[in-house]
């Protein structure tokens, strides 16, 4: 039986805004994970997809709180 042929996805997220990735980060992100799925399981990469989503610190969250109030709060010297 022939194996179907399957194309890679990889979405990574990073935060945005004054911390995005400069376009020449991006494009090493998408060079880099590319690579890793060719050497790790043989994927052609032609056929792989890297998508970077940059999301707004009050758009994620952690342990019930933004990132953007995490790291007002760590700024300020109390904990998180």
């Known amino acids: ?31 880099r994970a590319t690579q890793m799925l060719v050497d790790v399981l043989g994927k052609n990469p032609s056929t792989t997809v890297v998508v970077i989503d940059e999301v707004d610190t009050d758009n994620w969250g952690i342990g019930g709180e933004s990132v953007s109030v995490r790291r007002a709060k760590a700024a300020a010297g109390t904990k998180p």
């Open 1 to 31: 039986m022939e194996k179907e042929a399957t194309m890679p996805y990889v979405n990574i997220k990073v935060t945005g805004g004054n911390e995005a990735p400069t376009a020449e980060q991006k494009a090493e992100l998408i060079k």
